[in-house]
C-alpha cells in the first residue's frame, strides 16, 4: 500500500512536487480562450507528456489539469455537463504519464464566485466543490490539492466538501501579496496566520501557499505559517518570479537555479513539500531536486 503523503511529510521526507501547467499547456499551443480541461479530451498526449516530463524531472507529486474544472468556471465555456468527464480524464492521464508509486494531486482551484456578493449560497458552492472531489477521487487521484485561493469561506468549504465526501488527505493552498506594510496577504485581506487557524480548524491535512511570489517571498510566508502552527506539513509551489508582459504573453525571468538557490532556506523555514507554479518548467524542478537531495 502506498504511504500517505501526510505521513511521508511527518516522517522529516521533504517531498519535491511538480511545476507550472497552464503555462507549459500554452508552449505546448493551448490558445488564449480555450478551455485548459478541454485538452484532457483533445490532446491527452500532450497534457500526458507535460506530467511524464515533471516525473522524469524528479516530481514525486503531479497535479491534475482540473483546476478549472468545476460546474462555474466551466459554465463560462458552456461545458457544465463535464465536470465528472474532465477530472475523471485527468487523473487518467496523470496516472498513465508518472505510474502507480508516485502522487496524483487532484487540482481543484476557486471558482470565481465571491460569497460576500450573495452570488450564490454557501449550499451552492459546497455542491460544487463536492461534485469535482468526488470525481476525482473516484477516478483514483491520491490526494485533494485546493489552490490559489484567496477568501477564506470559499477556501474552508472546499475543505469540508472533499474531506466529508472523500478519503483522501487535503491540502490547500493562498495566493499572497507582498504589502505596503510589509507583511503578506491575500487578495480578500487574509494573512498567513489567519489562514493555518482556519484551514486546520476546517480539517486540511497539509497547508500552504502558491502563486503570486517568487521562491524568495516564499520564504517569509511560510516561517509565518511555522511560527502559527509548528508542525503542520507546508506545501510550496512559486512561481519562476514575477512575470513580464510583452506581445500578449506572460514571461518569467527566473532561471532553475535562482528558483532553487532559495531552497535550503524554505526548507529551514518549516517547508516540506516544495515545487513550482507559473513559469517553472521540468529543469525548474530538476534543479529543485537535485538542491533538496544535496541540503
Known amino acids: 500500500m502506498k504511504t500517505k503523503l501526510t505521513e511521508r511529510l511527518k516522517n522529516g521526507e521533504i517531498i519535491i512536487s511538480d511545476g507550472a501547467l497552464g503555462t507549459m499547456l500554452q508552449a505546448a499551443g493551448l490558445e488564449p480562450g480555450v478551455c485548459p480541461e478541454t485538452w484532457n479530451i483533445d490532446f491527452p498526449d500532450r497534457v500526458e507528456a507535460i506530467a511524464r516530463a515533471y516525473a522524469e524531472a524528479g516530481s514525486e507529486a503531479v497535479e491534475t489539469n ?3 474544472a468545476n460546474r462555474f468556471k466551466l459554465s463560462h465555456y458552456g461545458l457544465r455537463d463535464k465536470v465528472v468527464d474532465f477530472n475523471r480524464k485527468a487523473v487518467e492521464i496523470t496516472r498513465r504519464a508518472i505510474g502507480p508509486d508516485r502522487i496524483v494531486l487532484g487540482s481543484v482551484g ?14 451552492e458552492l459546497y455542491e460544487a466543490f463536492k461534485e469535482q472531489c468526488v ?13 490559489t485561493m484567496t477568501a477564506l469561506d470559499e477556501a474552508t468549504l472546499a475543505i469540508k466538501a472533499a474531506k466529508e465526501h472523500t478519503n483522501l488527505e487535503v491540502i490547500c493552498t493562498m495566493t499572497f501579496d507582498k504589502t505596503m506594510q510589509g507583511d503578506f496577504r491575500t487578495m480578500m485581506g487574509v494573512s498567513p ?6 484551514f486546520k480548524a476546517a480539517g486540511a491535512d497539509i497547508i ?3 502563486c503570486g511570489n517568487g521562491m524568495e517571498n516564499m520564504i517569509p510566508i511560510v516561517e509565518e505559517i511555522r511560527r502559527t502552527d509548528p508542525s503542520v506539513p507546508i506545501l510550496v509551489h512559486a512561481n519562476a518570479g514575477k512575470p513580464h508582459y510583452h506581445d500578449g ?11 532553487a538557490s532559495y531552497v ?3 526548507i529551514r523555514a518549516g517547508a516540506t513539500c ?3 507554479c507559473c513559469g517553472t518548467t521540468p529543469e525548474h524542478i530538476r534543479r529543485i531536486r537535485d538542491v533538496t537531495r544535496e541540503s
Open 66 to 68: 482540473t483546476f478549472g
Open 264 to 266: 535550503p532556506s524554505l
Open 135 to 147: 470525481a476525482l477521487a473516484e477516478a483514483g487521484a491520491d490526494a485533494i490539492c485546493i489552490e
Open 110 to 123: 476557486p471558482t470565481g464566485i465571491l460569497l460576500m456578493m450573495d452570488e450564490i449560497s454557501e449550499e
Open 249 to 259: 504573453k506572460n514571461f518569467f525571468d527566473e532561471t532553475p537555479e535562482i528558483t
Open 193 to 198: 496566520e489567519e489562514m493555518t487557524l482556519a
Open 274 to 276: 516544495i515545487g513550482g
Open 208 to 210: 500552504g501557499t502558491n
